[in-house]
């Protein structure tokens, strides 16, 4: 009865979610990228000695049809390096079955964004409440709301002792050299020690890419049990040497070995 003569909240909505986002893949939110750090040659190193296969990776491991994102870089810059903005939620009008030909009341979206080292949590929330206000669109209401989870970055210096004694570590259980890897995963406990406590964390599992984990058939192999336990066992020695000898400083009681 009123389509044509007032605004439709879920295209005003659609609009507005598609200002924040450039045709490269890229975001455009004004000032989003300030804080990003330049990709070194360092970690173009660790993602060469990776070998991402990103069609196993992506179209086997997540049915995409291909890989997308931001231009000018590699599915694991992508992935490990830069920051995403993301719509995970939108709702609004009739979405139950069959049709109905109405002017949805109300529309809602709901926004998650992966930041990477330097960005912060408060300052990207300011950045996109500048940009809703700048590019609101017409004969409509506007309500920001934050969902009540924020995390800061984290990110381990590749020069840090414990991240060199974990590595030492793994060496001598798994008989290879660790390579080094980053994650998008949010564990914002590891930024709260970084920043509260002044200690470096080293994520130390023994997970492998089959696991599926947070899945409902999660597992883990007991061969990997074994060894992540001989590895806790060693790690945790190692670092109990740090007290007299130093970083990586040898301990004498292995016995639970």
Known sequence: MYGGAVQNPVRALA??????FNADGSVA????????RPITQADRDDILAYNYDEDEELKGGVG????????GFSSLE??????????????GGHTGEGMKTIVPATAVAKLA????????????????????????????????????FAANP?????ASPVLAT??????????AAPLHDRCGATIPALAAFQTLLGIDTVPFAFALPGDGPHAPDERVKLSMFHKGREAYVRLLHRLDGWGESGPGGPAEDRSEL
């Open 29 to 36: 939110v004004r000032g989003f990228y300030d804080r990003v």
């Open 64 to 71: 995409a049809v291909e890989a997308y994102g931001e231009e």
């Open 15 to 20: 609009q507005l979610l598609g200002s924040m």
């Open 78 to 91: 992508r992935l490990w390096l830069r920051p995403t903005l993301e719509i995970v939620g939108f709702t």
């Open 113 to 148: 964004a992966r930041l990477v080292a330097d960005q912060r949590p408060g300052e990207v929330v300011a950045l996109l409440e500048a940009h809703i206000a700048a590019h609101h669109p017409p004969a409509c209401n506007v309500t920001v709301r934050e969902m009540g």
């Open 154 to 158: 984290y990110s381990l210096d590749r």
């Open 166 to 175: 974990a590595a030492e570590v793994l060496r001598e259980v798994l008989g």
